[in-house]
């Protein structure tokens, strides 16, 4: 959705350039880039974007004898 200056923009851009009408919705396009740098793969600003839950998970158990892979995964204390 666009502001009303947003389409008054638009619309002062199309008249100046004699570009047709056809071209409208690039001009808006144009317009909202030019002001607010929205780049159009970000959502909107002020939305927020829903998150799917992350599950957690509980590290594995430790036996008694880690060691070997502690020196498996070069893993050393410095």
């Known amino acids: 959705v666009y502001t009303e200056d947003e389409a ?37 600003k002020g939305a927020e974007v829903p998150q799917a839950p992350v599950p957690e998970v509980a590290p594995p158990k430790l036996d008694g004898d880690y060691q070997e892979t502690l020196e498996r995964f070069v893993i050393r204390d410095l």
Do not use: C, F, T, W
Request: aromatic share 6%; charged share 20%; hydrophobic share 35%.
């Open 8 to 44: 008054n923009e638009a619309m002062s851009l199309i008249q100046e350039h004699e570009l047709p009408m056809s071209e409208l919705h690039y001009a808006l396009k144009y317009v909202r880039i030019l002001h607010r740098g929205h780049v159009p793969q970000d959502p909107p």
